[in-house]
């Protein structure tokens, strides 16, 4: 497994559908939100500790061969807003936010996303996920060759306690469900450490490079290397 550190990508807006994935039903949205404490992704709490993990602060990683993880940081400010995993040609962004005690965020941030999608002349759609509702967004995107094509990207939302876990595939993950097994399985078992400080809702759960990052690794450890930043949406021509 290969950390890098990259300077954060411009905020990039949702986009949309694929078509084999089919439509959410609201029943298994429900159903699959109600598994959360069972099949992940899961709170501290719900583990016995941290050993065996990527420790990024607010989350921790399981690792997995083949894995590089990139810490997007933001220029402004210099602090790490975001961890992307980059597993066989497709990614994996991460990001988890405070939430209210007895409320959730994902219903609200779906219509959000839409809208701004919208604004910017692309399309989302809702469709039925291994999450519960996810959204398949598409932006029209000049190619590198000059021609036109377009983004993709997959939002997939979980609620936990006080907390919200947000993730957004790229690549061929963003279109193929068997593409995006392998990251699926890796979000499934991140563990959220919301801490018990007060925080507004929707504020960003502090990430942080491993404390050990900076040692000599053992051979089977993450190493640390510079890292070459990729897009916070894939672009698919």
Same mark, same amino acid.
């Given at each position: 497994m290969v950390f890098g550190l990259g300077r954060k990508a411009k905020k990039e807006e949702p986009e949309q559908p694929a078509e084999e994935l089919t439509a959410a039903e609201p029943g298994e949205a429900r159903a699959a939100a109600s598994t959360r404490g069972q099949d992940g992704p899961f709170d501290e709490s719900e583990v016995s500790g941290r050993d065996g993990f990527v420790d990024l602060g607010a989350l921790l990683i399981t690792p997995s061969e083949g894995l590089q993880l990139r810490l997007e940081v933001e220029e402004a400010t210099q602090r790490v807003v975001a961890v992307t995993l980059d597993l066989n040609g497709s990614s994996l962004q991460l990001q988890a936010f405070a939430a209210p005690k007895t409320e959730t965020l994902w219903d609200e941030i779906r219509e959000?996303?839409?809208?701004?999608?919208? &604004?910017?002349?692309? *399309?989302? /759609?809702?469709? /039925?996920? &291994?999450?519960?509702? +996810?959204? =398949?967004?598409?932006?029209?995107?000049?190619?590198? @060759? $000059?021609? *036109?094509?377009?983004?993709?990207?997959?939002?997939?939302? =979980? @609620?936990?306690?006080?907390?919200?876990?947000? $993730?957004? %595939?790229?690549?061929? &993950?963003?279109? /193929?469900?068997?593409? &995006? +097994?392998?990251? +699926?399985? %890796?979000?499934?078992? =991140? =563990?959220?450490?919301?801490? @018990?400080?007060?925080?507004?809702?929707? @504020? %960003?759960?502090?990430?942080?490079?491993p404390k050990d990052a900076s040692a000599t690794p053992p051979p089977a450890g993450p190493t640390l290397e510079e890292p070459e930043r990729g897009p916070e949406i894939t672009q698919i021509g």
């Amino acid at each position: 497994m290969v950390f890098g550190l990259g300077r954060k990508a411009k905020k990039e807006e949702p986009e949309q559908p694929a078509e084999e994935l089919t439509a959410a039903e609201p029943g298994e949205a429900r159903a699959a939100a109600s598994t959360r404490g069972q099949d992940g992704p899961f709170d501290e709490s719900e583990v016995s500790g941290r050993d065996g993990f990527v420790d990024l602060g607010a989350l921790l990683i399981t690792p997995s061969e083949g894995l590089q993880l990139r810490l997007e940081v933001e220029e402004a400010t210099q602090r790490v807003v975001a961890v992307t995993l980059d597993l066989n040609g497709s990614s994996l962004q991460l990001q988890a936010f405070a939430a209210p005690k007895t409320e959730t965020l994902w219903d609200e941030i779906r219509e959000q996303i839409g809208q701004s999608v919208g &604004a910017q002349g692309g *399309q989302v /759609e809702e469709v /039925e996920g &291994a999450f519960g509702t +996810e959204l =398949v967004a598409k932006l029209p995107a000049g190619l590198p @060759d $000059g021609s *036109q094509g377009y983004r993709v990207a997959r939002f997939i939302g =979980v @609620d936990g306690p006080r907390w919200f876990l947000r $993730g957004v %595939l790229g690549g061929p &993950a963003a279109l /193929e469900r068997p593409a &995006a +097994e392998p990251l +699926e399985t %890796l979000f499934r078992k =991140v =563990v959220v450490v919301r801490g @018990d400080s007060p925080m507004p809702p929707r @504020d %960003l759960l502090q990430l942080r490079l491993p404390k050990d990052a900076s040692a000599t690794p053992p051979p089977a450890g993450p190493t640390l290397e510079e890292p070459e930043r990729g897009p916070e949406i894939t672009q698919i021509g």
